[in-house]
């Protein structure tokens, strides 16, 4: 990677403690090395606290915690994540490419459900009311787009990276907006002077939509009020065209200090495992871990479950049945042999975090296999 600018990663994060630590363990395994974590918030974990800036608020305004962590950042580049999210290992890397490009202001990439395989969110567009106008893009291929006036491309809060000198030039985040349409207002002014914007596919996140002050933990809205008066301070600062009108707060500089985080940059391991493995498994786990190694647990049973992708522990387990869906537009029942279906998953898994290890138990013969993984660049199989 020729483009590699200084990036401040920005979190807000309000009354969920496990989720915050989740979301920076997985951020220790980032490809890309040459980032600060800028944290606002109620809590910072023991484990994080001399390695990240942090403020601590309990305000629940999200647009406020924003500004501040602006104030603290250093970066050339802004990346703001969610707290209950979970980013593929290269997602920092492919989000920030596209800012090679001096041009550009803005950058956001796609998120996915709780299961960590279905889409929750693409390419959308926006209106002036604020509604979402979603949009096909080729899936594949990170698309510039130039500044629009009508209906600009959404930026997805919880994947997306912005210009420094953009995001000062307009002055950061409406205060007014507590929570929702925050990032929309910003982009509708971020297009209003002219930057273009990228939608990077492969940038993506898993988004646990975790209980907030909105909603509660079955996704149900607990506060419309809160809501309500976003869209409707949106609509009436949009709705004559002057996205200008009742600007963002006036915004100020202080962080001129670059405090890197440290990741670990260690090789992607997958191990392989189907029923009667679990005691070789924890052993195996327990070492790897210990070795800081960027860890994936497929798990395979003989059933037609669907396949789940999480990251806890410090690390992440693909799991599902032998017969089952792991691509939701698969069959529903499907006759996979084994060796078949370890190799298909591993292909998956790669597209989003790059496998570099393989590592199978010795009870059975993985030798069919192995001609599977050719496809797979720099791939090694290691079988024990």
Same mark, same amino acid.
């Given at each position: 990677?020729?483009?590699?600018?200084?990036?401040?990663?920005?979190?807000?994060s309000q009354g969920r403690p496990a989720h915050l630590e989740n979301c920076l363990t997985a951020l220790r395994h980032?490809?890309?090395?040459?980032?600060?974590?800028?944290?606002?918030?109620?809590?910072?974990?023991?484990?994080?606290?001399?390695?990240?800036?942090?403020?601590?608020?309990?305000?629940?305004?999200?647009?406020?915690?924003?500004?501040?962590?602006?104030?603290?950042?250093?970066?050339?580049?802004?990346?703001? &994540?969610?707290?209950? %999210? $979970?980013? !593929?290992?290269?997602?920092?890397?492919?989000?920030?490419?596209? /800012?090679? =490009?001096?041009?550009?202001?803005?950058?956001?990439?796609?998120?996915?459900?709780?299961?960590?395989?279905?889409?929750?969110?693409?390419?959308?567009?926006?209106?002036?009311?604020?509604?979402?106008?979603?949009?096909?893009?080729?899936?594949?291929?990170?698309?510039?787009?130039?500044?629009?006036?009508?209906?600009?491309?959404?930026?997805?809060?919880?994947?997306?990276? &912005?210009?420094?000198? %953009? $995001?000062? !030039?307009?002055?950061?985040?409406?205060?007014?907006?507590?929570? /929702?349409? =925050?990032?929309?207002?910003?982009?509708?002014?971020?297009?209003?002077r002219g930057y273009s914007c990228a939608i990077v596919p492969g940038a993506q996140v898993q988004h646990l939509k975790a209980e907030s002050p909105v909603r509660d933990a079955k996704h149900?809205?607990?506060?419309?009020?809160?809501?309500?008066?976003?869209?409707?301070?949106?609509?009436?600062?949009?709705?004559?065209?002057?996205?200008?009108?009742?600007?963002?707060?006036?915004?100020?500089?202080?962080?001129?200090?670059?405090?890197? /985080?440290?990741?670990?940059?260690?090789?992607?391991?997958?191990?392989?495992?189907?029923?009667?493995?679990?005691?070789?498994?924890?052993?195996?786990?327990?070492?790897?871990?210990?070795?800081?190694?960027?860890?994936?647990?497929?798990?395979?049973?003989?059933?037609?479950?669907?396949?789940?992708?999480?990251?806890?522990?410090?690390?992440?387990?693909?799991?599902?049945?032998?017969?089952?869906?792991?691509?939701?537009?698969?069959?529903?029942?499907?006759?996979?042999?084994?060796?078949?279906?370890?190799?298909?998953?591993?292909?998956?898994?790669?597209?989003?975090?790059?496998?570099?290890?393989?590592?199978?138990?010795?009870?059975?013969?993985?030798?069919?296999?192995?001609?599977?993984?050719?496809?797979?660049?720099?791939?090694?199989?290691?079988?024990?």
């Open positions: 990677m020729t483009y590699a600018p200084k990036v401040s990663v920005a979190i807000v980032q490809t890309y090395a040459d980032f600060e974590l800028v944290l606002v918030g109620d809590h910072c974990p023991d484990a994080f606290k001399t390695l990240v800036k942090y403020h601590h608020t309990t305000a629940k305004n999200i647009s406020a915690s924003r500004n501040i962590s602006l104030s603290l950042s250093a970066g050339e580049i802004i990346a703001f &994540i969610d707290d209950d %999210a $979970i980013p !593929d290992r290269v997602w920092l890397e492919r989000l920030i490419a596209p /800012f090679a =490009d001096p041009s550009l202001g803005s950058a956001t990439g796609y998120t996915r459900q709780r299961n960590g395989i279905s889409r929750q969110w693409g390419a959308s567009r926006f209106d002036r009311s604020g509604n979402d106008l979603p949009f096909a893009t080729d899936p594949e291929e990170t698309c510039i787009f130039a500044a629009e006036s009508e209906t600009p491309v959404k930026l997805l809060g919880t994947t997306m990276a &912005i210009r420094r000198t %953009a $995001i000062f !030039d307009i002055g950061g985040f409406d205060e007014s907006f507590l929570y /929702f349409l =925050d990032e929309t207002d910003l982009k509708m002014r971020l297009d209003k149900t809205i607990i506060a419309p009020d809160i809501l309500t008066r976003s869209q409707d301070h949106f609509r009436a600062k949009h709705r004559e065209g002057d996205a200008e009108s009742n600007p963002a707060v006036p915004m100020t500089q202080s962080g001129d200090t670059f405090l890197r /985080f440290p990741v670990f940059q260690t090789p992607h391991v997958v191990l392989v495992a189907r029923q009667g493995d679990q005691n070789w498994v924890n052993e195996q786990v327990a070492t790897l871990l210990r070795k800081n190694v960027c860890l994936t647990v497929m798990e395979i049973r003989r059933s037609p479950a669907y396949f789940q992708h999480r990251f806890e522990n410090g690390h992440w387990t693909y799991s599902g049945g032998l017969y089952g869906r792991s691509i939701r537009s698969q069959p529903l029942v499907y006759p996979w042999r084994f060796s078949s279906r370890v190799s298909a998953e591993i292909c998956n898994i790669s597209r989003q975090n790059p496998v570099d290890c393989t590592v199978f138990n010795q009870r059975g013969n993985f030798d069919s296999i192995l001609p599977c993984l050719s496809s797979l660049k720099n791939h090694n199989v290691i079988q024990y």
